[in-house]
């Protein structure tokens, strides 16, 4: 396909104000870049965050996105892993300093100078964009792009918080089920695991929807489980569910925090924490991460459930994430 100099992206401008349609210069690839047609973008529940003013001082103007499906159209100059035609996914970390005390000791993930993707650099809600290659996934297979998209993060988050959680877990809770749950429960059936879906009050169609992925019990958020509770995982960005987490979990448990941003914790009675249960948050993900779980996704045969968006309509899809009126992930359709 020919590469045009101008390109369609939805952009930020302020945050708490809608995304705008604008047409802006094709962006150049740096020596360690690679120049992305992008096919889909993921609308993750970050983006949210960004666009609501709920994660500071984002790069301004600025363009979302970190679930990217694209293939390589160019290249720059010391770029060695990929070549134009590669089919290719880029995450939420897009660079790291690999010199902090954090990237020496392998915890890339708690970098103290980190750039992310659709946050403090462009992303992917646009026809074209840039990534780093060394922050890049190939993606072989023959998956479509709106469907491989939520890998990318959704997936990714998903799997770290899951292996947070640790060994011998028979019932795991899943609070919050949205992209990263869907995915995270199918990871968690193939293991052998039980998954107790617990969805906002009232909200019968998620509850539905994740008995029809395997859960073996969906109630409300305020609910007890029919079983206590060996681990639990928390995607939904309510404080509240933490002490509600730990209250359904048995001693010994782990409540994983899997978000980026969380409304304020309640105080809570010191005998739910009792019992060397542990509260642990998961802060972005590793590359190590990626590599490890791209391979294990086609092991599991993960289908992810997406709402499919054209680009012009972010706003939209961003506002139906607000609301909680997405099943499973939304993602844009952009080529």
């Known amino acids: 396909m020919a590469v045009h100099a101008k390109m369609q992206a939805m952009v930020l401008d302020s945050p708490g104000m809608p995304l705008c349609l604008r047409e802006i210069p094709l962006p150049v690839p740096g020596l360690n870049q690679i120049l992305l047609q992008v096919h889909a973008c993921g609308v993750c529940r970050t983006d949210l965050h960004i666009a609501d003013g709920d994660l500071p001082n984002p790069k301004l103007p600025l363009i979302l996105g970190h679930e990217i499906v694209g293939t390589v159209l160019a290249v720059g100059s010391q770029v060695t892993k990929f070549h134009p035609g590669d089919r290719v996914g880029v995450p939420w970390l897009g660079h790291t300093c690999g010199r902090c005390r954090y990237c020496l000791k392998g915890r890339e993930n708690l970098c103290d100078y980190p750039g992310f993707t659709g946050y403090t650099r462009d992303g992917g809600f646009a026809e074209y964009t840039v990534a780093d290659e060394k922050y890049t996934f190939p993606l072989p297979g023959s998956s479509s792009p709106i469907h491989a998209a939520p890998l990318l993060c959704a997936g990714l988050i998903g799997y770290r918080s899951y292996r947070m959680i640790g060994e011998d877990v028979e019932h795991l809770g899943i609070y919050g089920f949205g992209a990263a749950a869907h995915i995270t429960t199918q990871v968690a059936l193939y293991h052998g695991q039980k998954v107790y879906a617990f969805t906002a009050p009232g909200d019968l169609a ?18 007890q489980p029919p079983a206590l509770l060996d681990a639990a995982i928390i995607f939904a960005p309510v404080g509240s569910l933490i002490p509600a987490a730990l209250a359904a979990t048995a001693k010994g448990g782990v409540v994983v925090c899997g978000g980026i941003h969380m409304s304020l914790i309640p105080s809570f009675s010191y005998d739910i924490l009792w019992g060397e249960r542990v509260v642990r948050s998961v802060a972005n993900l590793t590359r190590q991460d990626g590599e490890e779980f791209l391979a294990l996704a086609p092991k599991v045969l993960i289908k992810t459930e997406v709402q499919p968006f054209p680009l012009e309509d972010a706003n939209r899809a961003l506002d139906l994430l607000r ?12 080529s």
């Open 323 to 334: 609301q909680g009126q997405i099943q499973g992930a939304a993602v844009l359709n952009i």
């Open 206 to 223: 998620a509850q539905k929807f994740a008995l029809s992925l395997g859960a073996v019990w969906a109630g409300d958020s305020t609910s």
